[in-house]
């Protein structure tokens, strides 16, 4: 792992009043560049070619006068493989840069990489992003027992759901989640459902045929307990600058939730025709195509902050010098209007791009202006700089 001994000395060659931010453009690209143009920062997203014209093009910075008209990616860098972007590690020095992850960052630049080849400083938590993947870690190392985001929530207090050890416990539990990776876009879901051993059997045995999921990444599939309720994905932000300044470092941003493909079309058919599906069709597929933006009744708030805060904890126990800036924990909501995490992200969310500009609701309401995950980004690493504090929130 890159030290953060490194990573400051880094910083302090930089010159503070220049300071750029890149991204990859991919995922939440358009919030984080979005977000520092508000914020007054020159920005750069690293593009894949032929999925470059997003930023090339369409959403390009465009100026009048000096003065900011359309657009938000000042600089759009097109590579042949976003894995490239290692390659530009010296370009990005020398433009003073600050790099913003978010999933795609990790999955297609690489873990491994990222955490022992990649000397740019990062905004946010290097040493939290390899256990987003499930069991991704393993069990030695320097973090002890925490393998992965279920390891740091069971030790942290917060609840997740039921996990199953073999699919001979699914008869006994009823409707379960199969969760493992989309067998040709790592970035995607092979997810599935199973209210029995057999219909398991079945339903795996399909989805490999048709090529979504492996028998070797069925083995190493997570099984849990399906809940029935609600999916919200609460954006937080925990700031090291508020904290230095006696300021209180969580802060709610917002609520985001998702539509997946094809999930979201199955479902609106009526149960009879939805028995009446070819095989082929029977399997909804939980691919991320979107996110719309929701609220959460008041009375939930409590439990939000609450287990926000047993997070915060849990990441500073066990990944000093724990979580920084944006985080997302995704939850399902209970009966109880309790919420129980089923997954987490260690940098700014998959969903907050539908925040792009016009902010979040909680965070709009506690900055009293339009404050999205981008700009909050953006703002800590301006708050930064006022205080002399940058070493704080790089990695």
């Not at 001994?5 to 880094?10: A, F, L, S, T």
């Not at 599939?221 to 399906?226: F, Q």
């Amino acid at each position: 792992m890159i030290s953060l001994e490194e990573v400051h000395k880094i910083v302090e060659k930089y010159d503070k009043s220049k300071i750029t931010i890149g991204t990859i453009g991919s995922h939440s690209a358009l919030d984080i560049t979005d977000g520092a143009k508000d914020e007054g920062f020159e920005t750069y997203a690293f593009c894949q070619k032929d999925r470059e014209k997003p930023y090339t093009k369409y959403l390009k910075s465009k100026y009048l006068d000096g003065n900011l008209v359309c657009g938000c990616v000042d600089n759009a860098i097109v590579l042949n493989s976003f894995k490239e972007m290692l390659q530009k590690q010296e370009f990005m020095r020398e433009k003073n840069m600050i790099i913003v992850p978010n999933r795609a960052f990790t999955v297609y630049v690489g873990e491994d990489q990222i955490e022992n080849e990649f000397r740019v400083p990062l905004m946010g938590s290097r040493n939290m992003l390899r256990i987003e993947e499930r069991g991704k870690r393993g069990e030695e190392g320097e973090e002890g027992e925490i393998a992965d985001y279920y390891s740091l929530c069971e030790k942290g207090g917060i609840k997740t759901p039921k996990k199953l050890e073999s699919p001979e416990e699914i008869d006994e539990l009823g409707l379960v989640m199969v969760k493992l990776h989309h067998a040709k876009m790592k970035l995607e879901r092979g997810f599935f459902t199973a209210s029995t051993k057999k219909e398991y059997e079945e339903k795996a045995e399909r989805l490999i045929k048709r090529g979504i999921i492996t028998k070797e990444d069925l083995e190493k599939a997570r099984m849990e307990e399906y809940i029935i309720g609600p999916v919200f994905n609460f954006d937080y932000f925990y700031s090291l600058i508020s904290e230095e300044l006696g300021d209180e470092p969580l802060e709610l941003l917002g609520i985001d939730w998702r539509f997946e493909s094809n999930l979201d079309g199955y479902i609106r058919l009526p149960a009879q025709q939805q028995l009446e599906l070819p095989n082929s069709m029977k399997e909804p597929l939980y691919i991320v195509v979107g996110h719309n933006i929701c609220t959460a009744r008041e009375s939930i708030l409590r439990y939000v902050f609450e287990i926000g805060e047993k997070f915060v904890k849990a990441t500073q126990k066990y990944f000093k010098p724990g979580i920084i800036g944006a985080f997302c924990l995704q939850t399902i909501i209970k009966p109880e209007m309790e919420p129980v995490v089923y997954d987490v992200a260690f940098r700014i969310g998959g969903g907050t791009n539908v925040h792009a500009f016009w902010g979040h609701p909680y965070g709009n309401v506690l900055w009293r202006k339009r404050m999205s995950s981008g700009r909050r980004t953006a703002l800590e690493i301006k708050r930064a700089i006022k205080h002399n504090m940058l070493e704080k929130i790089v990695t």
